[in-house]
């Protein structure tokens, strides 16, 4: 059996703590449970770090000044992960880090900014590489493009598999995203109550992504340059990363 189990057991739960599923496949080669499990359930991986599984992750960080959060799920996930997140942790989230534009990473976005308006809290800054905004905005020209391919790419993904996948939002791009406040090109430093942190620009599985060094804690923020497959060979949308501002007339 490889790594990603037949889609039936997508969500079966064999190993709780995913850091001791993590060990077994790496260190023990063992494969025979669901490794990217979609359950909007927190873990807590080591004091002041958690992650909730979900479509897709967020990893959170717990400072003197509140949050600092990786990424923030999907549309359709982002509520049931910032409710997961609240039962960790009820101070403000002061930083969104997004590692790539993917909508599975930002698209929940606006269930946190709607939490921090409940709770009287200032929005988080939203940061992110330069070519996150650029991948966004292409995304919206792009609206009815997308939302087809997405049908094709994930129309056979069962409802009760909690993605979200088959539930149609009326615009590609979330109305109510955050889009980044900061963005940086090459590498860029962040320090939030007395946690240090160290983004980093990698071209993988896109153009636009963010890898993250903690040296305190000795931590590694990957996002989706590292996957439970590889290798990572891509998707129908990959042809809209090919197109350049001067070759879209979509629209038109």
């Known amino acids: 059996m490889g790594l990603h189990p037949k889609p ?22 063992a494969t025979v449970e669901p490794t990217n499990r979609v359950t909007n359930k927190l873990s807590e991986l080591a004091d002041d770090i958690a992650i909730v599984e979900s479509f897709s992750h967020m990893v959170a960080f717990r400072t003197e000044e509140g ?8 549309k359709q996930s982002g509520v049931a992960v910032v409710d997961s997140l609240r039962k960790w ?4 989230v002061h930083s969104l880090v997004y590692t790539h534009g993917h909508l599975d990473h930002v698209g929940g976005s606006g269930a946190l900014i ?3 308006e409940s709770r009287n809290f200032e929005n988080p800054t939203v940061f992110g590489h330069e070519n996150v905004p650029k991948r966004l905005e292409r995304y919206q020209r792009t609206d009815g493009w ?4 997405n049908q094709r790419q994930f129309g056979g993904v069962s409802p009760r598999h909690g993605m979200g996948l088959t539930t149609r939002s ?13 963005v940086y090109q090459d590498e860029m430093k962040l320090s ?19 890898w993250a060094w903690v040296p305190k804690t000795k931590t590694l923020v990957t996002g989706d340059l590292v996957l439970w497959v ?4 891509g998707n129908p949308q990959k042809v809209s990363g090919t197109l350049s501002n001067g070759q879209m007339h979509y629209g038109k």
Request: one cysteine or more; charged letters at 30%.
């Open 230 to 233: 590889f290798p990572n060979a």
């Open 67 to 74: 949050l600092v959060l990786f990424d923030a799920s999907g």
């Open 8 to 29: 039936r057991d997508l969500n079966k739960v064999v190993t709780d703590n995913p850091l001791e599923l993590s060990s077994k496949v790496i260190d023990e080669c």
């Open 170 to 182: 009326a615009s590609f791009v979330p109305e109510d995203m955050a889009w980044p406040d900061v």
């Open 146 to 149: 997308n939302t087809i391919i």
């Open 89 to 92: 942790d009820t101070d403000r």
């Open 114 to 116: 709607a939490d921090a």
């Open 192 to 210: 939030v109550g007395g946690l240090d942190i160290e983004f980093n620009h990698g071209k993988g599985e896109t153009d636009d992504h963010t």
